[in-house]
């Protein structure tokens, strides 16, 4: 098992400017679900992708869009960031669509928008 | 939609002291998630609570579900340095796909 793994780990971009953070799930895992955390919340839901399609979403803009590839890796990318997109960005996976995926996050990316 | 509400939003406790966090959901909980956090980290799983009554177990902490007050107790007995960091208890309500959390939980343990 290799776990989650996410990049980078840390990155400063500028208002106005795009950014894509990358996410591979657990060996095995078909499923990836993204979540942003501000400083002092709780995690919120972005998306989910299954299968290279996605699967169900939270309540953030279009600007936030995704893929996924066939090895289930997955990329996060957000255009025309704003400074409120400072955030804790954790990506988790899981086997199954519509499954919650509860025990395999990665150690997140921050990203600082200045 | 749901909304988790997580007790005390903070805890200082001395190392041996037991403490207990609680979480209570808005909706009706179809499982109850624990995790633990350090701060700017990613999320370690703790336990996951399925059934009304559940009780789990990993050593020092247990959690419970109580499905009919739509609550979930954490309870570290003798706490130690390395309980500290933020818990967070999450939920999937009625929609499988995703979790909502709560705030979380910043508990500190003075040597």
């Known amino acids: 098992e290799t776990g989650v793994t996410q990049s980078p780990t840390h990155l400063i971009k500028t208002r106005g400017q795009q950014v894509t953070l990358r996410c591979s799930s657990q060996?095995?895992?078909?499923?990836v679900s993204w979540y942003q955390q501000a400083l002092g919340q709780g995690p919120q839901f972005i998306f989910q992708?299954?299968?290279?399609?996605?699967?169900g979403r939270g309540n953030f803009p279009p600007r936030f869009s995704g893929l996924q590839f066939p090895n289930y890796s997955s990329e996060l990318n957000v255009n025309a960031l704003e400074l409120d997109d400072s955030a804790l960005y954790l990506c988790?996976?899981?086997?199954?669509?519509?499954?919650?995926?509860?025990?395999?996050f990665g150690q997140g990316t921050r990203l600082t928008v200045v | 939609s749901q909304e988790l509400e997580q007790s005390p939003q903070s805890l200082i406790v001395q190392e041996g002291k037991n403490l207990t966090i609680n979480c209570t959901s808005s909706?009706?909980?179809?499982?109850l998630y624990w995790y633990k956090q350090k701060y700017g980290e990613g999320l370690i799983f703790l336990m996951m609570?399925?059934?009304?009554?559940e009780e789990k177990s990993h050593e020092k902490i247990t959690a419970k579900l109580d499905e009919k007050k739509q609550q979930s107790s954490l309870h570290i007995t003798a706490s130690q340095p390395s309980h500290a960091g933020i818990y967070l208890c999450?939920?999937?309500?009625?929609?499988?796909?995703?979790?909502?959390f709560g705030k979380g939980t910043l508990l500190t343990v003075n040597p």
């Open positions: 988790a996976s899981s086997l199954g669509a519509g499954q919650a995926p509860a025990a395999f």
């Open positions: 060996s095995g895992h078909n499923t």
């Open positions: 992708y299954y299968r290279e399609e996605e699967n």
């Open positions: 909706k009706t909980l179809y499982g």
């Open positions: 609570l399925q059934k009304g009554g």
């Open positions: 999450g939920a999937a309500g009625g929609s499988n796909y995703k979790l909502t």
